[in-house]
């Protein structure tokens, strides 16, 4: 997922998106605009990978079902916040 990503869920991934939108211009300030939403978007999937792993130690039926339909979801996060993952500037 990267900022010229689209969902069909209001994420907040995806309303970091609709603010880099705003901001498609040439001025600096747009500039710094795109730059902040990108940082943002990193932000965004570290927090949602620590909440995994929260919801991994607590475990129960939730945590299971949620696996089964996201298999690759833990594997998918970590690729995405490696160093060399490719993000829009």
Same mark, same amino acid.
């Given at each position: 997922?990267?900022?010229?990503? %689209?969902? $069909?869920?209001?994420?907040?991934?995806?309303?970091? +998106?609709?603010?880099?939108?705003?901001?498609? !211009?040439?001025?600096?300030?747009?500039? $710094?605009?795109?730059?902040?939403?990108? @940082? =943002?978007?990193?932000? =965004?999937?570290?927090? %949602?990978?620590?909440?995994?792993?929260?919801?991994?130690?607590? !475990? !129960?039926?939730?945590?299971?079902?949620?696996?089964?339909?996201?298999?690759?979801?833990? @594997?998918?996060?970590? +690729? +995405?916040?490696? @160093? %060399?993952?490719?993000? =829009?500037?």
């Amino acid at each position: 997922m990267s900022i010229k990503s %689209a969902s $069909h869920d209001r994420t907040i991934c995806e309303v970091i +998106r609709k603010i880099n939108d705003l901001a498609q !211009g040439n001025d600096p300030k747009d500039s $710094h605009i795109r730059s902040l939403c990108t @940082e =943002a978007e990193i932000m =965004a999937k570290k927090m %949602a990978l620590r909440l995994i792993e929260y919801k991994k130690e607590l !475990g !129960g039926d939730s945590w299971y079902q949620w696996e089964k339909n996201n298999p690759t979801v833990v @594997e998918d996060l970590k +690729r +995405r916040l490696d @160093e %060399a993952y490719k993000v =829009a500037k």
